[in-house]
């Protein structure tokens, strides 16, 4: 059955690399029509093994999603270090992420992605996963951390590392064939 959904992936440079391109990749291949969401216009650069890794091209800046937002089904943070210690420091970013929630639409961060979580405020009694070393940033967020490959509390799906992205994927597409969930509704 054909994935029928407008998705987001937000990032910007620093991106774990596989934790966007595989995403990106699997729910084109079921039939969603997904953009990346970045900061600025043209690529953006990944990090794999280390290193800069391949660059991806920007479908939308943060501020034309902003006003495009209605045309968004779910959202996806990948991480990387980099990339959400980045988008977390933006209001622009935030906002963004924020109106997911309000609206109760699914929302999927896998690794360091939950970090931009911590600033929209959205995760105090949330059940959700990350890399282990983030865990006590989202318990003091509020958090109840587990140690899941893949965890989801009202469509916000959380995955550890990128060993977890098949259950990340599958997980993902499954809370955006529900649509949206009363119990997001957190912002």
Request: a negative charge; hydrophobic letters at 35%; charged letters at 30%.
């Amino acid at each position: 059955m054909k994935l029928d959904a407008t998705i987001a992936i937000l990032s910007t440079d620093g991106f774990e690399q596989s934790e966007l391109f595989e995403p990106l990749e699997k729910l084109r291949e079921a039939g969603a029509t997904v953009h990346v969401v970045a900061p600025k216009t043209g690529k953006i650069k990944g990090w794999k093994d280390g290193n800069w890794g391949d660059s991806v091209k920007v479908d939308r800046t943060i501020e034309d999603a902003l006003a495009h937002q209605d045309d968004y089904d779910a959202l996806v943070l990948p991480g990387g270090v980099l990339n959400p210690d980045q988008l977390r420091m933006r209001e622009d970013a935030t906002r963004f992420v924020r109106a997911f929630f309000k609206d109760g639409r699914p929302v999927a961060a896998i690794c360091h992605g939950p970090q931009i979580l911590i600033d929209c405020g959205v995760i105090e009694g949330r059940e959700l996963t990350s890399y282990p070393s983030i865990k006590n940033d989202l318990k003091n967020a509020g958090a109840r951390w587990v140690d899941r490959e893949v965890v989801c509390d009202q469509g916000l799906v959380t995955s550890r590392t990128p060993e977890d992205l098949p259950a990340f994927i599958k997980k993902t597409i499954e809370e955006v064939r529900e649509g949206r969930h009363a119990g997001q509704r957190t912002a």
